[in-house]
Every structure is written in C-alpha cells, then in structure tokens.
C-alpha cells in the first residue's frame, strides 16, 4: 500500500507564490521506478496533468500553461516531491493532487497512475 499526502495549498493573491508538497510511503517498498506527477481539477472541469519527474533520473516534464513559472523537485531521501508554484494567476485555482506511477503509460495521462493523494486546494484571487 501507497500513501501520499499532499500539503502546502491556501488562498493567495494573484503573483505571489506558494509550495506544495508530497509525502509518499509505503512499507517494504523503494520509489526508485516510480513516476511522481502533479495534476489539478478545476470546479467542472477534468482533472489535468500538470508536471511530473522521476524519481531517480529527474526527467521533468510540464503541462505548457505552467512552464516557467512551476518547478517539480523531488528530495529521495525524504520521499517528497515538491511542486513551487510561482507568479500564480486566477487561472491555477484547482485542486492539486499528487499521484505516483509505477509501470509504463503516458506520463499525462491519469489513468496510468496508480495511487492519488487526496488533494489540497489552491485559491488564487485577481
């Protein structure tokens, strides 16, 4: 069994920034193959990819309204992936959910993830 939490959401104002992290765990398992991603629902709309990296070899991939502004980074040593969102606009409120891959797919697609956080909330006021 995978467990990840999410932390890190609130309500802020359009520019600032804020940081959400994901704790995984697991017992008897290591996250060396393991594809770690971020998505995000909008009230009425589909959940979407937002970014991911792996776990090892750091290949990072963003979802083109993010690039430049959203870094995913990960801390092997704590099980923790991190999403720092900076100059945050309206567009960006959602719920963020981190989920975690293990076998092949593609890496935008939700339903090649195999364990989901329960999300944290992201306001972003004009």
């Known amino acids: 069994q995978v467990q990840l939490v999410e932390s890190g959401g609130g309500l802020v104002r359009a520019g600032d920034s804020l940081r959400l992290s994901c704790k995984a765990s697991?017992?008897?398992?290591?996250?060396?193959?393991?594809?770690m991603g971020w998505f995000r629902q909008a009230p009425g709309k589909e959940r979407e990819f937002v970014a991911d990296?792996?776990?090892?070899?750091?290949?990072?991939y963003y979802t083109d309204s993010v690039k430049e502004r959203f870094t995913i980074s990960r801390d092997n040593g704590k099980n923790t992936v991190y999403l720092q969102m900076n100059s945050l606009k309206p567009e960006d409120t959602a719920v963020y959910y981190c989920a975690a891959k293990t076998g092949s797919g593609s890496y935008i697609d939700v339903k090649t993830y195999d364990y989901w956080g329960q999300g944290t909330q992201v306001t972003v006021s004009s």
């Open positions: 990296i792996t776990w090892s070899g750091g290949r990072r």
């Open positions: 697991a017992s008897g398992r290591t996250f060396s193959s393991t594809v």
